[in-house]
T-cell receptor, first 114, second 116 residues
Framework: GQQVMQIPQYQHVQEGEDFTTYCNSS?????IQWYKQRPGGHPVFLIQ?????EVKKQKRLTFQFGEAKKNSSLHITATQTTDVGTYFCAGPFASGAGSYQLTFGKGTKLSVIP | DTGVSQNPRHKITKRGQNVTFRCDPISEHNRLYWYRQTLGQGPEFLTYFQNEAQLEKSRLLSDRFSAERPKGSFSTLEIQRTEQGDSAMYLC??????????????FGPGTRLTVT
């Protein structure tokens, strides 16, 4: 079925190291969204990418949308302990009822060792 | 606080009992979603409303689950005859609908259900 795959599932980094998570879709997406969920918290929207090859930056976070609009990545430069959490990508997939629903990946859980 | 709120935050119930959760979305949002999240997984779509109309239900949603949004504002999710497999975090989210159908969703804190 339609799905969104994320790798790696877990990543442990030393504080100050960089971190990257990758997201791959089984089909071309109209857009892709990224969310962050802190331990014990709820998903919080980070960004949406719409255009092929789009790159957006938020401080130390860089988001990319692939040329074919089937993959995306999130790169964090010089991780900090505040970056700890699970990062999810999500894409809208057409449902049987003719609407589009967000399908989330399983997420990449980031641990930062001080 | 003008974010999405959910009540209760935690619910422990015995197998076979009925439970009801409430979600209050951001007031100007016309779309409201219910998701279920289990450990190590991303949120899984259950159902959504546009205003008061329930437009879609996932195949994950068995007949024991029912959701309402009577006046297009708050929503309730009821689970009848709960089973241990229903134990999960139930998340509510709301959004506006943009002209392209592209939207960011704002999640509530969730209701953690434990069925014993």
């Amino acid at each position: 079925g339609q799905q969104v795959m994320q790798i790696p599932q877990y990543q442990h980094v030393q504080e100050g190291e960089d971190f990257t998570t990758y997201c791959n879709s089984s089909t071309t997406l109209s857009n892709i969204q990224w969310y962050k969920q802190r331990p014990g918290g709820h998903p919080v929207f980070l960004i949406q990418l719409v255009k092929s090859g789009e790159v957006k930056k938020q401080k130390r976070l860089t988001f990319q949308f692939g040329e074919a609009k089937k993959n995306s990545s999130l790169h964090i430069t010089a991780t900090q302990t505040t970056d700890v959490g699970t990062y999810f990508c999500a894409g809208p997939f057409a449902s049987g009822a003719g609407s589009y629903q967000l399908t989330f990946g399983k997420g990449t859980k980031l641990s930062v060792i001080p | 606080d003008t974010g999405v709120s959910q009540n209760p935050r935690h619910k422990i119930t015995k197998r076979g009992q009925n439970v009801t959760f409430r979600c209050d979305p951001i007031s100007e949002h016309n779309r409201l979603y219910w998701y279920r999240q289990t450990l190590g997984q991303g949120p899984e779509f259950l159902t959504y409303f546009q205003n008061e109309a329930q437009l879609e239900k996932s195949r994950l949603l068995s007949d024991r689950f029912s959701a309402e949004r009577p006046k297009g504002s708050f929503s309730t999710l009821e689970i009848q005859r709960t089973e241990q497999g229903d134990s999960a975090m139930y998340l509510c989210a709301s959004s506006l609908l943009s002209w392209q159908g592209q939207y960011e969703q704002y999640f509530g804190p969730g209701t953690r259900l434990t069925v014993t």
